[in-house]
């Protein structure tokens, strides 16, 4: 088996390999990746959606014949789309989130590429982005590393870093609570 055939695992995991290797097979792994990342981005912003990818309540007929609507309207087409078809058929499309995740961890694999979950008080310059992009890479040992930057002022200052399995979080919210909480042990 190749390295990247066991990146995932479990249920979602065999229908992202499945995918993944029938992608990789009919040299479409770019194409997919980027219908994939449609279909969850639209999943992940719309509410009604959801709850017809997560409800039980809903007949296979019934989410199919919608997908097809919503597929053909946001234009994923091709093997992404019979995919995401044959796992709303299989009663599987609750779990749609975690096989396009397992996809895209295959995907990053055969591709030699990170990816980098960011949280940031305010936005970063285009300095400072750079520094970062290059501070990850060296850090991944030169691996490419896609950098996803999320702002939350909520964490006041610093930032929190999520680098594949790792994750450092130098927030300022952080280092107040943790304070906070020694001084609660003094006192």
């Known amino acids: 088996m190749a390295k990247e055939e066991t990146v995932v695992s479990g249920m979602a995991g065999r229908y992202a390999d499945a ?16 219908d994939l990342k449609v279909f969850g981005d639209l999943v992940a912003a719309q509410p009604d959606l959801q709850n017809m990818v997560r409800s039980p309540v809903f007949t296979a007929e019934s ?6 609507a ?16 044959l ?3 299989k009663r599987r499309l609750f779990a749609i989130g975690d096989m396009i995740a ?16 960011v949280t940031v008080a305010e ?6 982005r750079a520094t970062l992009e290059q501070t990850l890479k060296e ?19 610093g930032l ?4 594949g399995s790792r994750m450092v979080d130098g927030s300022l919210k952080t280092k107040l609570n943790s304070i906070r909480t020694r001084m609660k042990e003094v006192g």
């Open 139 to 157: 850090i991944s040992g030169g691996k490419s590393v896609d950098v996803n930057v999320t702002v939350d002022p909520s964490i006041i200052g």
């Open 160 to 163: 929190i870093v999520k680098l």
């Open 63 to 68: 989410q199919l014949k919608a997908l097809d």
């Open 87 to 89: 796992v709303a058929s």
């Open 102 to 117: 397992g996809y895209n961890k295959l995907h990053d694999s055969a591709r030699g590429v990170t990816r980098a979950d």
């Open 19 to 34: 995918l993944y290797q029938l992608a990789r097979d009919s040299r479409t792994t770019e194409k997919i990746a980027a």
């Open 123 to 128: 936005p970063l310059s285009d300095a400072h």
């Open 70 to 85: 919503i597929l053909a309207k946001v234009g994923v087409s091709g093997v992404a789309a019979n995919f995401i078809k």
